[in-house]
């Protein structure tokens, strides 16, 4: 029953709703609000104490879950880099100190597995985030997380996504913990308290979304953007990106503030914006979002705010959460709003064309 398509017309949509499933899967055990403390099995308190640094390497979805997590991490002053495996170049200045993290839903990528092999050559230690249990990745890792999303069937990965991003956010207070020199969240409780009803919220984007009705409304446009900042930043790449897979629309991804830097001479009349607010970093999207408006463009806001909305063409409500998590309850409308709309235009949207699951060639 797990694999089958449980009555839904795509495993799509079946994976986008079994989200709040998922995610509770994924935190199961290993979140403790009133401690409050992040308990993450086979990595015993102090065991990341001798980190300097870490590297994320990974492709695709996985790699916008990779630069939310890095995005957390710089946030509390850590050394971090994050590449694309397939530009990974192997070179690790600090070996004995960098803790190089693959993530990978599959753990079969070539592309991952080759900067995963690179970097254990490089003498650094490997820590797998993955969601196959008994996968290359997980066997070829020194140490391996599971983001225990069960099996997802879709191409196009959804719930995968939200689970990798919690699972990295949990490694990554853990490692801020314990990390010389890093700024470890002082609101540990209230975040961790976020993440357990999170599950729940999802479940109230998934009853409300109006994602459908909306995607008819922007069907046949020339071209779709995403933008956001900070942590939404890698949401708005993420959005693009299933948008492209599964609709064959162009559409792209930015970081709002960099809207002006280029990508503002691609807005024409009625280019969809989807403008992403996590209620503590919206300046900067709300100053970008309304310049694009001012050429033309119909903007989406995805808040939970009504006042940030005000100014919009459209709004995606998320319920109100800690700014930290806001991202996947926007990333959830987005999967929505992907799916609406390769449906309306007779997509496959469980397997899009030239696109496969896994890619095991480099
Ligand atoms: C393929 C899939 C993408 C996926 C990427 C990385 O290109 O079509 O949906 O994000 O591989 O997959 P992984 O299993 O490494 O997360």
Request: with cysteine; net charge negative; aromatic share 6%.
């Amino acid at each position: 029953e797990e694999t089958g398509k449980g009555g839904y017309d795509h495993y799509m949509l079946k994976e986008i709703e079994s989200q709040p499933e998922s995610l509770s899967n994924t935190i199961r055990g290993r979140i403790d609000p009133e401690a409050p403390a992040v308990h993450l099995e086979d990595f015993p308190p102090g065991c990341f104490q001798d980190v300097t640094e870490v590297h994320f390497v990974a492709c695709g979805t996985s790699y916008h879950a990779a630069l939310y997590g890095a995005r957390l991490l710089e946030e509390a002053n850590v050394r971090v880099r994050t590449s694309r495996a397939s530009e990974f170049t192997g070179r690790i200045p600090d070996p004995e100190g960098t803790l190089v993290v693959p993530v990978t839903q599959s753990g079969e990528t070539a592309d991952t597995l080759g900067a995963l092999r690179a970097a254990g050559e490089a003498g650094a230690r490997t820590l797998a985030v993955t969601n196959v249990v008994g996968s290359t990745v997980a066997r070829e890792a020194d140490e391996v997380l599971y983001i225990r999303a069960g099996p997802e069937i879709g191409v196009a990965a959804t719930k995968t996504f939200s689970s990798q991003v919690v699972t990295l956010a949990l490694l990554v207070e853990r490692l801020t913990q314990e990390i010389d020199g890093a700024a470890a969240r002082e609101d540990l409780g209230a975040f961790l308290e976020a993440l357990s009803v999170l599950p729940n919220q999802i479940e109230e984007v998934i009853r409300t979304s109006r994602a459908e009705a909306l995607s008819s409304k922007y069907d046949g446009r020339d071209a779709y953007f995403f933008i956001g900042h900070a942590l939404q930043h890698p949401v708005a790449l993420e959005g693009a990106l299933k948008f492209k897979e599964i609709t064959y629309e162009h559409a792209e991804g930015f970081a709002s503030g960099e809207l002006k830097h280029g990508p503002l001479a691609l807005v024409t009349p009625g280019t969809p914006i989807f403008a992403l607010f996590d209620g503590k970093h919206d300046e900067k999207t709300h100053t970008n979002a309304k310049e694009a408006q001012a050429r033309g463009a119909e903007i989406v806001a995805v808040t939970a705010s009504e006042r940030t909305a005000a100014f919009a063409d459209d709004m995606l409500v998320i319920p109100d959460t800690h700014p930290d998590l806001s991202g996947l309850l926007a990333n959830v409308q987005l999967q929505f709003v992907s799916y609406y709309t390769a449906r309306s235009l007779g997509r496959p949207i469980d397997k899009p064309r030239n696109l496969a699951k896994s890619v095991t060639v480099e």
